[in-house]
């Protein structure tokens, strides 16, 4: 029945579907449309002038048609952007122990200064005389970035650490150029346990890619390099600490290998919140390095960017580094923007990198200081080894109980026997409150589990996490495998059906046919 | 150190726990002779009011667009961003998560991706678009890459109208990948030919439109062009309002879209964070590369999304990914999007004719000026001014006088002989007094 509003009379008729709440709403946790599905074509949520008459200048190529989008008041817009944050985990809210990913608190110090108008309304092609405090953040971070590495020069404009990546490894290419080696210096060395993006970047411009095997220890050892290395290497890409949380103890034995067999090295700097103030990678013969402003020094990972990801260069690599760069001249400081008459091997992208971001790492940096820093290293470190210590008797690793760097690696073999998978054992962190750690990373291990807690994890923190962690793990291996296998049972969603996306892949909303209404 | 929760206290019953003597054991790995007894070169650890007082003094020492009449474009736009832009993604759950590789508590991320997608999609009228590249130039680099593994040919054709930045990306990638580049003359009046340059080798012919000149092009013939020797169309744009006005290329038969989408949203930040837009037609969305958020279903038959076609991507794929890229521009994306679903295609199109009102108002208030002459005869929101004597000095003055008057292009392209040119750019946020002060600065600098 339905009143003379077209309301339904009896309880349940508007849907008849058996459901908790009308709604299918739990209290606080209340599903969002799509922007598409609340309709607001033919309106805005901005007011904004119209102007009067004028002749148009676009020479006949004026659009005819609106773009089809709705526009919400703001009141709808603030309300479905809360709802849908509502939906994410995230550091702010609790341990997110995403392995090689470095998720650290992120100081809101750096937010108020990233957004003072000096940095955030600053146009990039301003006269450089109207930008000279902007300039000189960027020396100062550089500065930073260059003394607590140890290297000599440094590229800040790749925009994110794989971008980073491909600036070092252009560097490199760049040198081998100058030296006329191009031809026969085609390969570079990649360890299996290194994350995708080095292979990847070392594939893009030209590369052949060989790897090279870790020893039974989850290190790479001088003879295993040295076996592969030859006139025809360009280069070793290694991470260190390693994606195994542990330090690469033969590092310099594998450098000079590699520089005395003609080739440089490209360390993967991802992990370098490990080693802040303990030791600089300048001191271990690295040539080309990244480091990922939003990992070690705190700029926010935003769902997935932006990052960041400078490049320290060793004396070797200097003279090719990208435009743009700094020049100190008379006093002031000028951006040369053009590679004319230097060896700059070219441009990485528009403008000068992502100034936001230096802003926000040099508010970290000036935070911490030079002690604080090397403090908040030793702290990761710390924690990724007390989580080992409260965990190494129930949960396996596949390198022994050693200690390890900033992170601290399992594998599943613990796990044998008990239907349950590294993944269903994540997806039950989940219910827990926590965020997984890294799974199935690095692919050297099998059912990887990679924990980084970092620094800013408090002990009581730390001390729940085990906790929970051994009540899962006994649960396992109890044989409550359902726990598993239906987990997560109270996020926002069920396990989601990811053969389904790319099997027949929507990547768009489009507008439903009204079923029922068309036929009458 | 207000950012690192331990006490002196913890530390010691903590490695006790572990079972070292000192936290020295743990760093056991590091060869002796290479470890260092922390950063002397480096000042200590400051408070919260000291830092702020060294970032303002810097920030201090920097014109801001707002606090001047302001007319710099040229591949960065400043617009207005609505106020619930820059607090929503603020929000510690947008602002704090990671990539959504745990997608069961990460369906806000996830929902957005999906929006913007579609609101990219169809701003662009093209079948599919990914969930952000880094910026602009970056896009157009993996652009021209993308045409190359699509055709399976190496050689792309740059108009002289594309942002002599993005060329320069996209050359340093090409060179360091042997691929072939044909880079057409700088065309500040439009009329380059490059239809001519296409031959049976091109994979691609990239256009920009406004282009960096400012000028309309017509991207119906060249694509066509494109199409009958086997070469796709790559359409750039560094204005994405623009949009709201003008043809999308997607309607002039664009294979890939590629655009810098910064003016939606997005602050200035001298140069960055901004964020890329890249869309293409269905047939080639597995060439794409970015990342992909999809439709899907969860256990319980509900509707979510989860990031899809990864065996594209480089954790999976290794050296044969289609791109080395690992994030996208997230936060970025996320102010574009929230400022379009705000817009709607309406507010779009509102925002376009105003920014073209003032740029027509500007260029007509020009017309009487001596030693000046507006060079584009069509353009949008921006166009190109030739001035008598060194466009860069005479910029350097009307900083001087309080006016940042916009772009020579010889800043762009220094040896170009085109050092009379500068690039104005108009947007909402002047006034007219702004463009009487743009004038008599001009008058004064010349």
């Known amino acids: 029945m339905l009143n003379n509003q077209g309301r339904p009379t009896q309880a349940g008729e508007a849907h008849g579907l058996a459901r908790e709440t009308f709604t299918g709403n739990r209290a606080l946790e209340i599903d969002e449309a799509l922007i598409f599905d609340q309709g607001g074509f033919d309106r805005t949520g901005v007011d904004i002038d119209e102007p009067e008459e004028f002749a148009d200048r676009l020479g006949g190529l004026a659009r005819k048609n609106r773009a089809d989008l709705p526009g919400l008041a703001e009141p709808q817009a603030v309300r479905h952007y809360v709802r849908l944050s509502r939906k994410n985990y995230s550091i702010d809210a609790g341990l997110f122990p995403l392995g090689s990913c470095t998720m650290k608190h992120n100081p809101r110090l750096n937010e108020k200064m990233a957004r003072l108008p000096g940095f955030a309304d600053v146009h990039p092609l301003q006269p450089q005389s109207t930008v000279q405090g902007a300039l000189a953040l960027m020396q100062e971070l550089s500065r930073w970035l260059l003394s607590s590495t140890g290297m000599e020069a440094v590229a800040l404009s790749p925009k994110a650490g794989a971008h980073g990546e491909l600036c070092g490894m252009m560097a490199i290419k760049a040198a081998i150029v100058s030296r006329g080696e191009q031809e026969t210096r085609k390969t570079v060395l990649v360890p299996d346990s290194a994350h995708g993006t080095n292979p990847a970047t070392a594939a893009l411009i030209g590369f052949e890619v060989e790897s090279v095997p870790a020893g039974e220890d989850g290190l790479v050892h001088p003879a295993a390099v040295r076996e592969k290395l030859g006139p025809h290497v360009a280069a070793i890409m290694l991470t260190n600490p390693n994606t195994c949380g542990l330090f690469e103890r033969e590092i310099s034995e594998i450098a000079d290998a590699v520089h005395q067999a003609g080739g440089y090295f490209y360390c993967d700097g991802a992990n370098f919140n490990a080693i802040v103030g303990v030791a600089r990678p300048g001191d271990l013969g690295v040539d080309a390095m990244h480091i990922n402003l939003h990992k070690t020094f705190s700029t926010p990972h935003g769902g997935g960017g932006p990052g960041s990801g400078p490049v320290v260069l060793s004396e070797r690599l200097a003279a090719f580094a990208p435009v743009p760069f700094l020049r100190q001249k008379d006093g002031a400081l000028t951006l040369v923007e053009d590679t004319e008459g230097s060896q700059a091997f070219g441009r990485m992208t528009a403008f000068h990198g992502q100034m936001g971001m230096y802003v926000r790492a040099l508010s970290y940096m000036l935070s911490h200081g030079g002690d604080g820093l090397r403090q908040a290293s030793q702290d990761a470190v710390l924690n990724a080894n007390y989580v080992r210590a409260g965990l190494s008797d129930l949960f396996s690793q596949p390198f022994g109980d050693r200690p390890c760097m900033h992170e601290v690696l399992f594998d599943e073999s613990w796990l044998k026997g008990t239907d349950v998978t590294t993944l269903d054992f994540a997806k039950a962190l989940i219910d827990e409150g926590y965020h997984p750690m890294t799974v199935y990373f690095p692919l050297v291990v099998k059912g990887a589990m990679l924990i980084e807690p970092t620094e800013s994890e408090s002990k009581a923190s730390l001390d729940l996490f085990i906790m929970a962690m051994r009540d899962l793990a006994l649960r396992a291996l109890r044989g409550e495998k359902e726990r598993f296998a239906t987990a997560p049972r109270f996020a926002p969603r069920a396990r989601l059906d990811e053969t389904r996306a790319a099997r027949s892949p929507v990547l768009k909303w489009t507008a439903r046919a009204p079923v029922a209404e068309a036929a009458e | ?446």
Not at chain 2, 325 to 330: F, L, P, R
């Open chain 2, 1 to 446: 150190m207000r950012y690192l929760p331990h006490s002196p206290q913890n530390r010691a019953d903590m490695l006790a726990r572990i079972g070292v003597a000192s936290i020295d054991d743990l760093f056991v790995d590091i060869p002796k002779d290479k470890l260092i007894d922390g950063l002397p070169d480096l000042p200590r650890h400051k408070g919260e009011i000291e830092v702020e007082r060294i970032l303002s003094g810097m920030a201090g020492r920097n014109v801001s667009a707002g606090s001047v009449p302001f007319f710099v474009g040229a591949g960065a736009y400043k617009h207005h961003v609505p106020a619930s832009v820059d607090h929503l993604i603020q929000r510690s759950e947008f602002l704090t998560s990671y990539t959504p590789y745990q997608p069961e508590i990460a369906q806000g991320t996830l929902q957005y991706m999906f929006e913007f997608q579609t609101q990219v999609a169809r701003l662009t009228s093209m079948d599919v678009a990914n969930a952000s590249m880094y910026d602009g130039s970056t896009g157009c680099a993996e652009a021209v890459l993308m045409a190359h593994r699509a055709t399976r040919r190496r050689k792309a054709v740059l108009s002289g109208g594309l942002h002599p930045h993005y060329a320069d990306v996209v050359r340093t990638v090409s060179d360091m990948a042997s691929d072939a580049v044909v880079t057409m003359a700088p065309d500040p009046l439009a009329t380059e030919n490059i239809i001519a340059a296409i031959d049976k080798e091109t994979s691609c012919v990239v256009v920009q439109s406004p282009d960096v000149f400012g000028n309309l092009r017509d991207l119906k013939p060249i694509a066509d062009a494109c199409h009958a020797n086997g070469a796709l169309l790559v359409a750039v744009f560094t204005e994405v309002v623009s949009l709201g006005l003008v043809t999308p290329p997607g309607e002039m038969g664009a294979d890939i879209v590629v655009g810098e989408g910064q003016s939606i949203g997005n602050a200035l930040n001298f140069g960055g964070p901004y964020v890329g837009l890249f869309a293409t037609r269905d047939k080639f969305v597995r060439q794409m590369p970015g990342r992909l958020c999809g439709e899907t279903v969860d256990a319980n038959g509900k509707r979510g999304f989860v990031l899809t076609l990864s065996t594209r991507e480089q954790h999976i794929r290794r050296e044969k990914a289609t791109s080395n890229i690992c994030t996208n521009s997230g936060l970025c994306a996320l102010a574009f999007t929230i400022h379009m679903t705000l817009l709607g295609g309406v507010g779009l199109e509102r925002l376009a004719r105003l920014n073209h009102a003032n740029a027509v108002k500007l260029a007509d208030m020009l017309k009487g000026v001596s030693g000046v002459e507006v060079l584009s005869k069509t353009f949008f929101n921006e166009f190109t001014l030739r001035v008598k004597g060194d466009a860069a000095a005479i910029i350097e003055k009307m900083a001087g006088a309080g006016v940042l008057g916009g772009v020579p292009v010889s800043r762009l392209l220094p040896n170009a002989g085109l050092d009379d040119l500068v690039i104005v750019a108009n947007t909402e946020v002047n006034t007219d007094d702004d463009r009487a002060a743009f004038v008599a600065a001009l008058k004064g600098a010349i």
